[in-house]
């Protein structure tokens, strides 16, 4: 690859960086918190490739033709003069991750990686008060563990509305699922919740439902890590869109 | 990847310059008088892509598919900013550092150098990705490179930001940020005074590098980022495709079979943590999450991780060399899980 070639996947790799990091496309792979990091390293990368231009031109100006020459791929490079260089062909591999952002741009993790993975629920430290307001709106990370570890004691009765994804084991049994994030998609880790009560007909796994109901005793042992399940009853259960962030990031704070 | 298997055996000090079959082909049309250029090649590559929008969409659209891209991108875009803050922190260094600092800055004697250089691994703020272009400049400048791997293997394991996020994935556990820091640092210790002794320089065989000369320093500073970028970048992509196959394609439950045997488990986390390639940052919250293991199996998943990863492997053969690698990737694993397993018994 010469270096007109670098410069024009650099562009490409920082814009399509910097518009990961200032839309909301980002949050479906790294953390929130990251955002200005993606940003600046994508303007880094455009700046990078402005300055292999800027250089390149004022270099053929001056006419240092050994330099210009070096710019091509003609193979002189094989023929034993040390100072010519190319970049190695790995280089093209970064195409890949372009092409995947801009064209493709995978969704964020879904029932597919949540059944394959433990649920990694952790018993949480303390127990805050509830917030306010009927049903009360916890996340779901929240709610299992305070199901799990508490036996829903903190929890005192009062309804509560929990949002995530639908998930269907092999034997058809639901969950509910959020992904739980610390840095990137390479280690979300799902926290599950069985589902029990007024169970909606038709469930669409990777949809997302805002759940209203009340804390169960009813809990089962995920078959991949033996981690807890608890239980959550259904009085309500109503779609709704993709959150912003699809990801938990409560371990993160 | 591809390209390094198909050089011929004993080309290896010209990886990253051999060119592979595809060069062959070039030089004929060259030779034919049509400049096969690369920017042509990336515009009609990207041409096609766009046009074949549609079909590769579909083909992509079954959920390992989509797992799988989505690990992928997500590994690529959480490292790239720490890859790009190394190489402009190695920039720096190359361009504007004069040699003499370092000859003053680090005891002369390699002996003492060593656990000097480790120590100074924890005001790098960053993982793993940053660590290694900054370790090639300082063997660039001139440092000597027992000490700059010394600081390669430490740096991403005890700096601030790794030690606070294991304190907080194992929270009620200080004694694992501990541990963490003194297996991490002894082992990174250990490989240094190691190379001391028995590597030899012709193993360490840096990039050829644009040459500066005649550059000015604005120049040679944005050569420097450029070659990094694409060189290591290149790499980090194929470690994102390990790592996500990994995730995406082999089931979690193999792993719950070896917890079991105390041996067997030290040993599985390990070869996990190399094979997974999670920075450095966030690998403390996934071992929290491994409840099934021992704690010093999962401290060996941490102190190995940093160190030696599919990921990491691939930039520092693009950084060091392929021979360089290929020694020091494997006598890593060992010095660090043998450091996690002597620490693990003192301290968990």
Redesign the interface.
């Known amino acids: 690859?010469?270096?007109?070639?670098?410069?024009?996947?650099?562009f490409l790799?920082g814009g399509a960086?910097v518009h990961?990091g200032t839309t909301d496309l980002?949050l479906?792979?790294?953390k929130a918190g990251?955002q200005p990091?993606?940003v600046?390293?994508g303007v880094?990368?455009i700046v990078?490739?402005l300055?292999?231009v800027w250089?390149e031109r004022?270099r053929s100006s001056t006419g240092?033709d050994r330099e210009v020459e070096?710019g091509?791929?003609?193979?002189h490079?094989?023929d034993g003069h040390?100072?010519v260089?190319?970049?190695?062909?790995?280089?093209?591999?970064?195409?890949?991750?372009l092409?995947?952002?801009i064209?493709?741009a995978?969704?964020?993790?879904?029932?597919?990686?949540a059944l394959?993975?433990?649920t990694?629920l952790?018993k949480p430290?303390a127990y805050a008060p509830l917030p306010s307001g009927d049903p009360v709106r916890l996340s779901l990370v929240d709610y299992a563990g305070r199901a799990a570890y508490d036996h829903g004691r903190s929890l005192g009765g009062r309804r509560i509305a929990i949002t995530g994804f639908v998930a269907l084991d092999s034997k058809g049994t639901p969950y509910l699922v959020r992904m739980a994030l610390?840095?990137?998609?390479?280690?979300a880790?799902p926290v599950k919740v069985g589902l029990t009560g007024k169970i909606p007909p038709v469930l669409q796994p990777d949809s997302w439902l805002e759940l209203t109901g009340t804390y169960t005793a009813k809990r089962t042992k995920d078959?991949?890590?033996?981690?807890l399940i608890p239980f959550f009853d259904i009085t309500e259960a109503k779609p709704v869109p993709t959150p912003r962030d699809p990801y938990d990031e409560s371990?993160n704070n | 990847m591809s390209i390094t298997k198909a050089a011929p055996p004993g080309t290896d000090q010209r990886d990253t310059e051999t060119p592979g079959t595809e060069a062959g082909a070039e030089t004929k049309d060259g030779q034919q008088g049509w400049q096969f250029s690369s920017p042509l090649v990336l515009t009609m590559l990207l041409i096609l892509v766009v046009t074949l929008q549609g079909p590769i969409r579909s083909a992509v659209s079954a959920p390992v598919m989509q797992s799988w891209m989505t690990v992928f991108v997500a590994v690529v875009v959480q490292a790239l900013p720490f890859l790009v803050l190394g190489v402009l922190l190695s920039a720096l260094l190359a361009v504007f550092v004069p040699p003499s600092f370092f000859a003053r800055a680090l005891p002369s004697r390699p002996a003492l150098a060593v656990p000097v250089a480790g120590m100074a691994g924890a005001v790098l703020p960053g993982c793993e990705c940053a660590s290694v272009p900054v370790a090639g400049a300082l063997v660039r400048r001139g440092v000597a490179p027992a000490a700059a791997l010394a600081f390669l293997l430490s740096a991403p394991a005890i700096n601030p930001i790794v030690l606070t996020a294991t304190a907080i994935a194992f929270a009620g556990r200080p004694e694992m940020v501990v541990a963490r820091f003194v297996a991490s640092l002894l082992a990174a210790c250990a490989m240094g005074w190691l190379w001391q002794r028995l590597g030899r320089a012709d193993w360490l065989r840096p990039q050829s590098r644009p040459s500066d000369e005649g550059l000015g320093k604005g120049a040679a500073f944005w050569s420097s980022v450029r070659h990094d970028v694409m060189h290591a970048g290149g790499f980090l992509v194929v470690g994102a495709m390990a790592a996500a196959t990994l995730k995406s394609v082999v089931p979690e439950s193999w792993l719950s079979l070896a917890a079991d045997n105390p041996v067997v488990s030290v040993l599985v986390l390990a070869v996990l943590a190399v094979l997974l390639s999670i920075c450095s940052e966030a690998d403390a919250f996934v071992a929290a999450s491994l409840t099934q293991f021992s704690l010093t199996a999962r401290l060996a998943f941490l102190v190995v991780g940093p160190m030696i990863d599919l990921k990491l492997f691939a930039m520092q053969t693009a950084t060091f060399g392929r021979g360089f690698a290929l020694r020091f990737a494997p006598a890593t694993f060992v010095v660090a899980v043998t450091s996690a397993v002597l620490v693990g018994a003192v301290l968990l």
């Open positions: 690859m010469n270096r007109q070639a670098q410069a024009v996947v650099l790799v960086m990961a980002y479906r792979y790294v990251l990091l993606v600046g390293a880094v990368l990078a490739a300055a292999t250089y004022k240092s070096e091509h791929e003609d193979g490079d094989r040390g100072h260089h190319r970049e190695p062909r790995v280089s093209w591999l970064l195409v890949l991750p092409l995947a952002l064209l493709v995978p969704p964020a993790l879904g029932s597919y990686s394959r993975t433990g990694a952790q430290l610390n840095c990137c998609a390479a280690d880790q078959p991949v890590n033996k981690g371990w």
